[in-house]
C-alpha cells in the first residue's frame, strides 16, 4: 500500500470502530443472519480435522464463535482491526477463545491452524493486499486444514483469488438464501491441494 492507501486504510478502521461502538453491527444478530453463520459452521464439522484450531480474520465482535459450541473446536482466534469490535468479543470471555486487534494486512500467525474464516471480511482488505493476506494465511495451514470464505452477495473482489488460485481445491461451494431476493450470501470452502 502507498501512504495514501494506507491512510483511507486507517480511516476505514476508525469507521470500523465508530460503527462497532454505536451498535450497528447487532443486525449481524438476527435470524437472517444466523443462516450464513450456520452454513460456515456445518462447513467447519463436515470438512475440517476434528477439534480444530479456527483463525477467523475480521471476526467483529466474535459472534461466530458465539454461536459454535466450544465442544467444536479446541481453540480460536479472532481477528480484527477494529479494536473496539475486539472490545466487545473479548468481555464475552468464550471459552477457548481469544481475540487479538491486528490488520489482516501485517498479521503474522503465530501458529498453523486448521481452520482459517473470511466471513464477511476478505473483500474488505485493501486490493493491492489480497493475494499477500491469502499466501501468508495459507502457508499457515495445517495438511488437511480448510479456509471457508463467505461474501455478501456476488463478491467482486473475493472469487478470482479462491476459485483461479491452482494451489486451492474447492470442497464446496453454496449460496445460503433467504426471502428476500437481494439478501444472500456466497460461502466457498477449499483446502490445499
Ligand atoms: C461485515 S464485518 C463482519 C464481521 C464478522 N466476520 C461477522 O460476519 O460477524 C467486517 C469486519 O472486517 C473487519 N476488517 C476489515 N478490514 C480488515 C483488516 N484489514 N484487518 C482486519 N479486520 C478487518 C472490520 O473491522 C469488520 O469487523
Known sequence: MN???KFHNWRRKQRWNRQYKKGRWQSLRSEKEALRYQKIIEYINRFSPKSPSILDIGCGDGLLTERMSPEDYSYFLGLDFSKESIKIASEKNLPKAEFLAADAVKFQPQQDFDVIVFNEAFYYIHETEKQNVLDRMLSKLTDGGIIITSIY???HGCWEYFKEDKRLKELDFTTVKTDEELR?????VYKKN
Do not use: A, Q, T, V
Open 3 to 5: 501512504l495514501l492507501d
Open 184 to 188: 444472500y450470501w456466497k460461502i466457498g
Open 153 to 155: 452477495r456476488e463478491g
